[in-house]
């Protein structure tokens, strides 16, 4: 039996301030080989292929990347076609970035409708 995958559009969460959290962890990255890694995840994820990744709670989700300290993407999706970046970090933030993970999405939420 066929295993039907969804392309993903990724967009990435501005907060109301207009920063993006996703974008601003990924240039504080001075690993270029992270970087590479990061990206070439996305890349997977925009294919469908959503890999090594569990909810963490309240409609957000963690990418794992296995690479380096353990990075992480943190996320939500919006149908089945919409992936929103909200911000990364590594196992040793892990707490603190899925609170604010989960915050950015609130916001993200409330402003879409």
């Known amino acids: 039996m066929a295993v039907l995958v969804t392309p993903k559009e990724i967009v990435v969460f501005r907060a109301n301030a207009g920063h993006?959290?996703?974008?601003?962890w990924l240039d504080d990255l001075n690993d270029k080989r992270a970087i590479a890694r990061v990206l070439a995840r996305l890349a997977r994820v925009r294919q469908g292929n959503l890999?090594?990744?569990k909810p963490v709670g309240e409609g957000?989700?963690?990418l794992r990347v296995d690479?380096?300290?353990g990075?992480?993407?943190?996320?939500?999706?919006q149908d089945r076609a919409l992936i929103v970046l909200l911000c990364g970090g590594d196992k040793r933030t892990q707490e603190r970035d899925?609170?604010?993970a989960k915050q950015y999405w609130h916001e993200f939420k409330a402003n879409e409708l």
């Open 67 to 69: 690479y380096g300290p």
């Open 60 to 62: 957000v989700s963690e």
């Open 20 to 24: 993006a959290p996703f974008e601003v």
């Open 51 to 53: 890999g090594d990744c």
């Open 71 to 77: 990075y992480r993407i943190y996320f939500g999706q």
């Open 98 to 100: 899925i609170r604010l």
